[in-house]
């Protein structure tokens, strides 16, 4: 883990994926108004992720378009997920609590 100081991330924040993402969502809950849950589509290119938390809880459920390699560390422990689209067994959605601490080492998207 870095020296540095974790990013939080609060997704309440319309601005806030830019924090460590390389693009903007492809779609947004932002404009719909919602309070409580927020949205997201993302189609992201490979990119590193810093160590960061985020201020809210995280349910990542892959796509047809999310066929990726991801290695990270959460809480110091090292893991690796593969997500693939036409794989029932490696297609599985993610859940990532509040203030968790996360690293992405590496996250390659195969298409």
């Not at 994926?17 to 189609?43: R, Y």
């Not at 509040?98 to 590496?106: G, P, Q, V």
Request: with cysteine.
């Amino acid at each position: 883990m870095s020296a540095e100081q974790p990013l939080a991330i609060d997704y309440r924040q319309e601005a806030a994926p830019l924090q460590i993402l390389p693009k903007m969502p492809l779609l947004s809950s932002h404009q719909s108004s919602w309070n409580t849950i927020h949205l997201a589509h993302h189609l992201q290119p490979a990119w590193e992720l810093p160590e960061v938390y985020s201020e809210q809880h995280i349910i990542i459920i892959p796509t047809k378009h999310n066929t990726a390699d991801i290695e990270y560390v959460i809480d110091g422990q090292y893991q690796t997920i593969q997500y693939e689209a036409n794989n029932p067994t490696k297609s599985s959605f993610a859940i990532l609590p509040a203030n968790l601490l996360a690293l992405c080492d590496k996250l390659e998207r195969r298409d």
